[in-house]
């Protein structure tokens, strides 16, 4: 059996796992939200940066990539290191993944997606906010992997590559620009 991993943060522009086959496309009824509270890769436990996590949201579409990884060996190496990396997010679900926006049926069933909920067992969820105060928040979060505005300029251009103009996120980056140039001038 081979394993499809669904990406729609930081794992569409960096796998970080050896895979067979890479492909774009959609999953249904969930919606690319700012918040989870990263203090392990975009922030720290003093100053929580924010990435994104899925919530459920009927009717919507969320874009990102999926990756096959077909060999047992590395499947078993792929899901170690992503048991790490995603320990912050505290579910796994398996959907469907579609790459054609008129078909009825998927291209793939049974996508892994780690996805942050709103449960209280997710200490580091922060949940919504505005605009203004997320983007303050990622303009001046950094923690072991970087800082939290190249995630979010990373994730708003590898996006648009993609062709997906995902509203919130680019809100977002907007605003963080903003702020950017504030500080510089
Ligand atoms: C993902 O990329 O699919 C999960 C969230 C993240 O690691 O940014």
Redesign the pocket.
Known sequence: MVMW????????WKAGFDFDERRVGFIKDYRRVFY?GSTD?RGTPEYPGR????EPAPGHVCW?VAYKVSSKEDQQVALTYLEV??KQ?DKKEYVDFYTDVNASSPAISGVM????SSDKANINYLGPASVEEIAKQIVHAEGPSGPNRD?LFN?EKTLLQMGCEDEHVMKIAEEARKLVSDVVN
Do not use: M
């Open positions: 991993v669904f990406g729609y943060g930081s794992l569409i989870q890769h990435t994104v996590t899925l990102g990396r995603e997010y997606v780690y996805i942050a995630y994730l």
